[in-house]
Nanobody, 120 residues
Framework: QVQLVESGGGLVQPGGSLRLSCAAS????????MGWYRQAPGKQRDLVAV???????NYADSVKGRFTISRDNAKNMVYLQMNSLIPEDTAVYYC???????WGVGRDYWGQGTQVTVSA
């Protein structure tokens, strides 16, 4: 069994910052990519940022220069530092991890989601 637990969401004023964290635990043999998605009300779930095993990162155009993804491979954690937040960043943010389990099964897992609200 694998679990992803997210934390760090909340209410912030425009221009503020938040840091999201996601911890993967359970029977994990190896992790490849770790990333963040978000879903606003009435919209589809979209990629925000992803970090691949080799260290490469990819960001949605809307967050480039404002958000930074990082990971701690020793702790199986991924972070999303969000700066200069704007109301359009309001959404539920989901952690997504592609990994191989201890039983040799390769698949992705999702966190439960954490709400980020940017409002004055």
């Amino acid at each position: 069994q694998v679990q992803l637990v997210e934390s760090g969401g909340g209410l912030v004023q425009p221009g503020g910052s938040l840091r999201l964290s996601c911890a993967a635990s359970g029977s994990i043999f190896s992790i490849s990519s770790m990333g963040w998605y978000r879903q606003a009300p009435g919209k589809q779930r979209d990629l925000v940022a992803v970090s691949s095993t080799g260290g490469s990162t990819n960001y949605a155009d809307s967050v480039k220069g404002r958000f930074t993804i990082s990971r701690d491979n020793a702790k199986n954690m991924v972070y999303l530092q969000m700066n200069s937040l704007i109301p359009e960043d309001t959404a539920v943010y989901y952690c997504n991890v592609w990994l191989t389990t201890g039983w040799g099964v390769g698949r992705d897992y999702w966190g439960q989601g954490t709400q980020v609200t940017v409002s004055a």
